[in-house]
């Protein structure tokens, strides 16, 4: 009897031993499996990520279809029509006219894709302006001012409200706007845009590098008497030029209406070399786009713009970091130098290139090899950052002269990339 119960004892014992080799082999098994399963699941989110950018994209140009609808002109870049009217409303605060070319287009399509009372908040600003203080006068809130007390009593958020609708969910920025810590005390108004929220969204100017206006409030001298047909894209000067569905000669299916731009990291020094983000200021006004372009890996700017109050780079004056703001810096590029090329501004700051507008700002995102592209018929392509663009070392007409701004209307010189710019530059260029 004995000897059975050591035999039953000694086969249970055989049934559920293993040694340490199994155990090793099953380890490594599980690491493998893990190894080629991540990478799909990353391929996967970012997938989903890029589909949620795409509808975006959409819903703006949906909202940019609409504002055509009811104003019979698309929203402009700069100098927007639609705030004209509200500038001469009796009783108008003296300093209304004060950037009041700076409202983006963006501003302007919020009552068309669910931001109504957004919308009116940024019109009744233009319109009324808001108190300063609890008797001080009114001032219109500029679109890089966040925030301000209203009344000395209701806080108000306007350029810092964050929009969901025009953040690309693969860009890690969208959220790392510095918080409000603590809200100003009764009165007291919030300048330099702190708070101001990002987009990544922008409109396409065309094919040229465009002066979009500064600071001064009644004559822009040089950026006044630019030429009309320099504003060769669907985002304009509306002061020069309209842009309605008639004047896109070369194709809605061929002209680009918006693409995305990755929002400037905050927290970095301004010595990083990003060339997703910028190369050094100082880039010469009379510099052919191919400079730019060899000048990939230069620190991103020379100065102190981005610093204040010991905060780093975390004010507003980074590029991307003001969807109220219609300078190119903010809601605007080119398209020009090929998408996910850095930045190149004509000063040493960020502001000089939102003042002067020279800038060469590229189209750029966080989705692997490319970015989404809208065109003016409301679809979406992805396109690829090695699009032709062709003579980079020449100007927009294909010359080799001095001159920057020209009196031009003619096909892209930058291949694909610059002929999908044009809204009627004579090429109806499809992309590839």
Not at 4 to 30: D, M, P, R, W, Y
Not at 318 to 326: A, L, P, S, V
Request: charged share 15%; aromatic share 8%; proline share 6%.
């Amino acid at each position: 009897m004995d000897t059975k119960i050591q035999s039953h004892q000694k086969k249970n014992t055989n049934l559920f031993g293993f040694t340490l080799v199994e155990l090793l082999v099953v380890i490594a098994i599980i690491v493998v499996l893990i190894a080629l399963l991540l990478p799909a699941v990353q391929a996967a989110r970012e997938a989903a990520r890029r589909t949620q950018c795409t509808n975006n994209q959409k819903q703006l140009a949906l909202a940019c279809h609409n504002f055509h609808d009811i104003h019979q002109h698309f929203p402009g870049g700069t100098f927007a029509k639609l705030y004209e009217p509200l500038l001469t409303t009796t009783g108008q605060p003296t300093n209304a006219q004060t950037y009041r070319h700076r409202f983006s287009w963006i501003c302007q399509v919020l009552p068309f894709f669910e931001q109504s009372a957004l919308g009116g908040l940024v019109s009744d600003n233009i319109r009324y302006g808001f108190r300063t203080s609890a008797t001080g006068t009114q001032a219109v809130r500029p679109p890089w001012q966040s925030g301000i007390v209203l009344d000395g009593t209701t806080n108000t958020l306007l350029f810092g409200s964050k929009i969901d609708t025009i953040l690309c969910p693969s860009d890690g920025n969208r959220d790392k706007v510095p918080p409000i810590v603590t809200w100003p005390t009764s009165g007291t108004l919030v300048l330099e845009g702190e708070y101001c929220q990002p987009t990544s969204y922008r409109g396409c100017i065309g094919d040229n590098r465009i002066p979009l206006g500064g600071t001064v409030t009644t004559a822009l001298t040089t950026a006044l008497a630019d030429p009309a047909s320099i504003f060769r894209g669907i985002f304009t000067r509306q002061d020069l030029v309209l842009v309605d569905f008639a004047s896109i000669t070369d194709g809605t299916s061929n002209t680009i209406l918006i693409s995305e731009t990755a929002i400037f990291p905050y927290g970095l020094e301004i010595t990083s070399k990003l060339p997703k983000y910028g190369a050094a200021g100082s880039f010469g006004m009379n510099s052919f786009p191919s400079v730019c372009k060899a000048r990939a890996g230069h620190p991103i700017l020379n100065g102190t713009d981005f610093a204040k109050n010991g905060s780093g780079n975390d004010i507003t004056t980074g590029f991307g970091r003001r969807w109220g703001e219609g300078a190119i810096t903010h809601t605007l590029f080119s398209a020009l130098l090929p998408p996910n090329t850095h930045f190149c501004t004509s000063g040493t700051s960020t502001n000089n290139a939102a003042i002067t507008g020279y800038s060469l700002i590229s189209a750029s995102s966080y989705h692997p090899g490319g970015v989404n592209v809208t065109l003016a018929d409301g679809s979406t392509r992805f396109v690829s950052e090695t699009i032709e663009t062709k003579n980079l070392d020449k100007w927009v007409d294909g010359s080799t002269g001095p001159s920057l701004v020209v009196e031009y209307t003619g096909p892209s010189a930058y291949g694909i990339w610059g002929s999908m710019g044009t809204r009627g530059g004579g090429e109806s260029v499809p992309l590839p």
